[in-house]
């Protein structure tokens, strides 16, 4: 099997942690992890609480273009982590493979997800990755048109206004200027 990224060199096994095989690029140290065994790791491993304490988010280098399944060739689909951070774990849905680019295990256990990483690969997640990214545009915006100081008057506003009964009732007051 040909690394994914590189496209050359053969993947060789390694373990990304005690019990977790992978197989491994020696040239980019990625690493393709089979998620069936991923899972098995999972359940039977317990998360190291000193070990994903570290609040160092070190940004590993993530492969921007579209990478293809070592196995059957097929395209991998991108999952983003977080919405504060750009790295993408590439999936294959056919074959159940993850690649990792070198770090992105490290970046996992840094932000806690190394024991519950399918769950980044839900449509939930990505969904609500995608509705944080919208918020936060907006807020930019707004703060952009009408400066940081007003811009959190608003927000405090809104705040206040989601806990009232009579929301529409204010809404409508407000709308008809």
């Not at 990755?129 to 915006?141: A, F, G, P, V």
Request: proline fraction near 4%.
């Amino acid at each position: 099997m040909k690394c994914p990224r590189c496209k050359t060199p053969d993947l060789l096994p390694t373990m990304i942690e005690e019990y977790l095989a992978a197989m491994a690029c020696g040239q980019c140290h990625g690493s393709l992890v089979s998620l069936l065994y991923y899972r098995h790791w999972a359940e039977t491993q317990k998360p190291d609480a000193a070990a994903s304490a570290s609040t160092d988010l070190s940004r590993p280098r993530d492969t921007t273009s579209a990478l293809m399944c070592p196995k059957c060739a097929r395209v991998m689909t991108k999952y983003k982590l977080v919405g504060a951070i750009d790295n993408r774990i590439d999936v294959c849905a056919t074959c159940d493979e993850a690649w990792l680019d070198d770090g992105e295990w490290e970046l996992l256990e840094q932000l806690q997800l190394s024991h519950t990483m399918p769950a980044i690969f839900t449509d939930q997640w990505q969904r609500r990755l995608r509705n944080e990214k919208t918020e936060e545009t907006r807020r930019s915006i707004l703060k952009a048109a009408i400066g940081e100081t007003a811009a959190a008057k608003v927000e405090e506003f809104r705040v206040w206004l989601n806990i009232q009964t009579s929301k529409s009732s204010i809404l409508t007051y407000l709308y008809r200027d």
